[in-house]
């Protein structure tokens, strides 16, 4: 049997139920179907949300910003968060404005993340973070400085519920088909361009980035 989330207050899905997930394979799917997801947090009554690259590792989200920042020393002081991640997929043309929608894999996690604070471990979290980001390139970097890693917070978050939205559908007013317009989906797709040299030159060949893809 398929793990699932529990269904909170906070994380029931109360619109379009039949696009709800709460299954871990579809949760986890999503998240690393992107290398960038959205923080949100609440500091004195103001919501604040946040963009930033992030990693996962069994049930537990991972990202990274300013040891200074005001994310970081919010979050690394027990508050809550909910991290969000998003991909569209196709644009859903409809024979009417109302029908109209868009095909899409969302997901919403909520936790209390925590600073990673020991040194090994925080090595290699960063290293299984470019390996998602650029395999194999983290051996070639230039070392990280004690100033650098000072410099550097690293949060996690273990994933106490989530839920999931997906659309992945036609258009669904099959009955209007005599109205004369097109109708039906459009894909969006994301891939990789030709990489761009910085101006000093090659040093060395590139190992090619690969960003995550998503399957059923």
Known sequence: MTA???????????????????????????????????????????????PTSHWREGNRLYWHGSSASGMVRHLSAGNPACVTVS??????????????SVNYRSVMCYGVP????????????MELFFERLAPGRWPQLRPMTAQE???????VMEIEDAAA??????????????????AGVVPLV???????????????????????TFGW
């Open 4 to 50: 699932e989330f529990k269904k909170s207050d906070r994380s029931r899905v109360r619109r379009g139920l039949k696009r709800a997930r709460y299954d871990t394979e579809t949760v986890y799917a999503i998240l690393d179907s992107h290398i960038l997801c959205h923080v949100g947090f609440s500091v004195d009554g103001q919501p604040h949300v946040i």
């Open 87 to 100: 991909q569209l997929d196709g644009l859903v043309l409809a024979r009417s404005g109302f029908s109209t």
């Open 114 to 125: 925590e600073l990673v604070t020991d040194e090994a471990e925080f090595d290699r979290q």
């Open 149 to 155: 890693r000072k410099a550097t917070g690293m949060l």
């Open 165 to 182: 939205k997906v659309r992945a559908a036609p258009p669904g007013d099959g009955e209007e088909a005599d109205w004369p317009v097109w």
């Open 190 to 212: 994301q891939k990789l361009q030709a990489p761009e040299v910085a101006p000093e030159g090659e040093a060395a060949p590139l190992n090619h980035p690969v960003l995550p």
